[in-house]
């Protein structure tokens, strides 16, 4: 019979380091003791403040009061992502939680739309999309339970402090019995002859012996790297972003149910609303711009006084070779990092955790579960990093030479043949374990302007009025439909002001 895991040790906090705490600490229902050790004396990065859909199912999951959190984290709501300047200076697309008109006779919608640019009309993909609407509008709805049309069907994420997050979520797991220790580790030892890691030595002598070390510990890779010697797998071939200036202002206006994403010379900037502040970075290349530049860039642009210095992130974007090296699992920065794009580091410590969850070992630690995971999770990551690298290799900007660099870099063949059989017959390819759904696909050629040399042949059988009819039938029902939603700010007033 085998004998079960019951001694977790979790290195490092932050965001990565209560999600597991508190989601393990549900998983054991009292069964497991489980350690986080910390130390107050680190800061961490904290700059995931964006995230994507599923931190919801996440957060209600582990049983949290959703209004509490938004109180608690001084959150806002987000229906997206506006890029602007991406595909070229001055033109803005947005990037939404939700898919885009509703089929014809089983053929997909954008077909349809491809049929009517080929006839010349003037039609724009985010009129078909409700969640468009709302953050034009600067409006936000929660979704129906069971919508009554599936134009009606979108997501939303959050905006959140990161720093408060990770408070509330330390608050929840301690509640549930996780032990928390304020200490810097000064050994990592390790069994003779199976390498696996005993325990951690803290700096005043205690040892915390564990059976699953679950390695938070940032870029730094405390265990995973430093310890296991996992290794790591760089993309810099394709992803050129490199390093982050962040920095934080008062808030200026009301807060937009959306992040915005701003193109520069070498990079580009975030800027992410909450209740009472907003984030601001900029993320560029330390080949095509320094240190210097880029802070005056980012200081230059914002709105508002800020509240705190810049702060310098260096990164290599890529991924941890395994995130589950024998006794070991590493979540957050420790497993890796793409970049902010998109929002994305926040959601694979929640899916990595998923993983884990569901292979939990025995002390057994079987290979075949941990060489599972380790492919699900490298795949995934793939994904993300294909969709990531898709925004720069689109853009039509010509106007530096860190964007003709990003036009003309030859891109992972699984890339490739995504944007050949696009521009071929508009057919978004979806390979398993994708992140981004095919509507985020389509945003982004449509966003940046690749039309498809044809289009499915059976878009071609209904008659093209009708088609036009059936699609503003479509725009004006999503029309009337946003208008009806409360203004952001005011339904955050209403529902869920942080005090």
Same mark, same amino acid.
């Given at each position: 019979? =085998? ?30 003791? /489980? ?74 919608? %954008?077909?349809? +739309? ?26 936000? $709805? ?33 509640? @549930? ?7 810097? /580790? =000064?050994?990592? =030892? ?16 205690? @040892? ?34 490199? *390093?982050?200036? $962040? ?14 994403? /701003? ?22 290349? =330390? ?43 590493? +979540? ?90 696009? @521009? ?21 050629? %449509? ?35 946003? *208008? ?16």
């Amino acid at each position: 019979m =085998s004998t079960p895991v019951n001694k977790i040790v979790i290195v490092g906090g932050g965001t990565a380091g209560w999600m597991a705490a508190a989601s393990l600490a549900r998983y054991g229902k009292g069964q497991l003791a /489980i350690t986080l050790i910390e130390s107050s004396q680190m800061g961490t990065v904290g700059v995931g403040e964006a995230t994507i859909p599923n931190i919801v199912d996440f957060n209600r999951n582990l049983g949290i009061d959703e209004i509490e959190f938004i109180k608690a984290t001084q959150a806002t709501f987000k229906l997206g992502i506006q890029f602007e300047h991406w595909r070229q200076p001055n033109h803005h697309f947005f990037h939404p939680f939700s898919d885009y008109g509703v089929k014809i006779d089983n053929v997909e919608f %954008h077909q349809y +739309l491809h049929r009517l640019i080929a006839a010349g009309d003037k039609v724009e993909l985010a009129d078909y999309s409700f969640s468009c609407a709302l953050a034009k509008g600067r409006r936000f $709805a929660q979704p129906h339970p069971n919508p009554p049309t599936p134009l009606a069907d979108y997501s939303y994420a959050y905006h959140f402090d990161a720093g408060l997050y990770a408070n509330f979520l330390r608050d929840v797991a301690l509640e @549930q019995g996780v032990t928390h220790i304020d200490a810097k /580790i =000064s050994q990592v =030892s390790q069994h003779q002859g199976s390498g696996f890691i005993r325990s951690v030595t803290l700096d005043d002598g205690r @040892q915390i012996d564990g059976e699953l070390f679950i390695d938070c510990s940032g870029f730094k890779g405390l265990l995973i790297e430093e310890t296991l010697k996992t290794g790591y797998e760089k993309w810099s071939e394709w992803l050129l972003c490199d *390093t982050a200036m $962040a920095v934080q202002t008062e808030r200026v206006g009301e807060p937009v149910p959306f992040t915005r994403t /701003i193109a520069e010379r070498a990079g580009w900037q975030w800027r992410i609303p909450l209740q009472h502040r907003t984030g601001n970075g900029h993320i560029f290349s =330390s080949q095509f711009e320094d240190v210097e530049q880029a802070q005056k860039t980012l200081l230059d642009s914002i709105e508002g006084k800020t509240v705190n210095t810049p702060r310098e992130i260096r990164f290599t974007p890529g991924r941890r070779k395994q995130i589950w090296n024998k006794n070991c699992f590493a +979540l957050g920065l420790a497993s890796g990092f793409i970049e902010p794009l998109e929002s994305t580091s926040i959601s694979l410590i929640q899916t990595a955790i998923a993983k884990l969850l569901s292979f939990f070992p025995d002390q057994s630690f079987n290979p075949h579960d941990i060489a599972e995971v380790n492919r699900l999770h490298n795949l995934e990551v793939e994904r993300i990093r294909d969709f990531i690298i898709l925004h720069y290799k689109l853009s039509q900007r010509d106007d530096s030479a860190f964007w003709r660099h990003c036009r003309n870099m030859t891109v992972p063949d699984s890339l490739q043949h995504k944007i050949e059989l696009y @521009q071929s017959r508009g057919h978004v390819v979806m390979y398993d374990h994708e992140s981004f759904e095919q509507a985020s696909w389509l945003t982004m050629y %449509h966003g940046f302007g690749r039309k498809p040399v044809r289009f499915d042949p059976r878009a071609a059988v209904v008659d093209i009025n009708l088609v036009r009819q059936k699609l503003q039938q479509m725009r004006d029902s999503i029309n009337s439909a946003a *208008t009806q939603a409360m203004p952001h700010q005011a339904f955050i007033q209403q529902h869920c002001p942080a005090s």
